[in-house]
């Protein structure tokens, strides 16, 4: 007896040996006492345990073997490893640069304090393009699609004043700048996005533009822009045009109102109004991002279709 309950207390039951040997009842009885079939006797036809077999053995001492208990869990440690905080990780620390540091600042001040509203337009420039092909062949300064649209929305803002306004914090009011439209241009430097202002650009001809925009932004990229040539201005446009984005949204740059993204030109299929013929149109998307406090909904609009109606008649920019 002793060497059965030796057995009893040093083995797992299986359940497949508990089915091949044993009656239902015994194997119920075998199951919820955590026994072995082998530690009892059958009394059953061929040897097969049955439920007696199985209380007998147990009130003659056979002791039910303890139920298992579960592996003990490894308290859990949620500090990183060293192995998990540098495995797969490979990378250099960069200190941000005073202008960086300035820029972000900035945009985290512009998207937490300033209600953003987006609108976008798409805008047929095929005879923009021809305008410009025909201005840079026969003149000295080549005309970018950039500096149509800065003589475009300068023009525009002057149409529809609202758009060319900024956002008073310290008294809570709108301030309108109805004189000047100053157009703050977006260039790409190492240390970040900066926005050189074209001042009066509704007076300025298209070559003049172009020759201001590319000092301009020359000296922004060598960092020899003086503070009023990127501090100011009334309206702002970023370009990704020539990286072949389609559309996109921008920031506003505060205290102005409004800033305008500009996609790329793409060939789109089009109908005419008076044919019915299919057509195709170079078309570019611009979206305009406005203070919502400044710039009400149809004002929105009201620039945007002004500034459609200058870029799809090109040479009223001249």
Not at 22 to 28: D, G
Not at 117 to 135: E, F, H
Not at 244 to 273: C, M, R, W, Y
Request: with cysteine.
């Amino acid at each position: 007896m002793a060497s059965s309950v030796l057995r009893c207390l040093n083995r797992q039951p299986s359940f497949s040996t508990y089915r091949s040997f044993s009656s239902a009842a015994a194997r119920a009885v075998l199951l919820r006492h955590h026994l072995p079939l082998d530690s009892v006797s059958g009394t059953g036809k061929h040897g097969i345990v049955l439920k007696g077999d199985v209380l007998q053995f147990i009130a003659k001492g056979g002791k039910a073997q303890p139920k298992p208990e579960a592996a003990k869990k490894a308290p859990v440690n949620n500090a990183p490893t060293k192995s998990s905080q540098t495995a797969g990780a490979s990378y250099d620390e960069i200190a941000n640069s005073n202008v960086r540091k300035v820029i972000a600042k900035r945009l985290t001040l512009s998207k937490s304090t300033v209600p953003h509203g987006y609108m976008t337009a798409d805008i047929k420039i095929d005879k923009l393009l021809a305008l410009r092909t025909t201005i840079n062949a026969n003149g000295k300064v080549k005309v970018s699609v950039n500096d149509f649209l800065i003589k475009g929305s300068a023009l525009a803002l002057l149409s529809v004043p609202e758009v060319n306004s900024s956002w008073d914090v310290k008294r809570e009011e709108i301030v309108e700048n109805r004189n000047n439209a100053d157009i703050s241009v977006a260039v790409a430097t190492e240390g970040g996005l900066i926005t050189p202002i074209v001042k009066s650009a509704q007076y300025k001809a298209l070559p003049d533009i172009a020759t201001e925009v590319q000092e301009l932004a020359k000296r922004a990229r060598e960092n020899k822009l003086k503070p009023e040539e990127f501090q100011g201005g009334t309206f702002s446009i970023s370009n990704l045009g020539m990286f072949h984005i389609d559309a996109f949204s921008a920031v506003i740059n505060p205290p102005q109102g409004a800033i305008l993204a500009v996609g790329t030109g793409k060939p789109t299929p089009f109908i005419h109004e008076l044919t019915g013929e299919l057509g195709l149109s170079t078309v570019m998307t611009v979206t305009l991002s406005y203070d919502t406090r400044v710039i009400q909904e149809h004002s929105a609009a009201q620039f945007l279709d002004q500034l459609s109606t200058y870029l799809s008649h090109p040479h009223s920019l001249l």
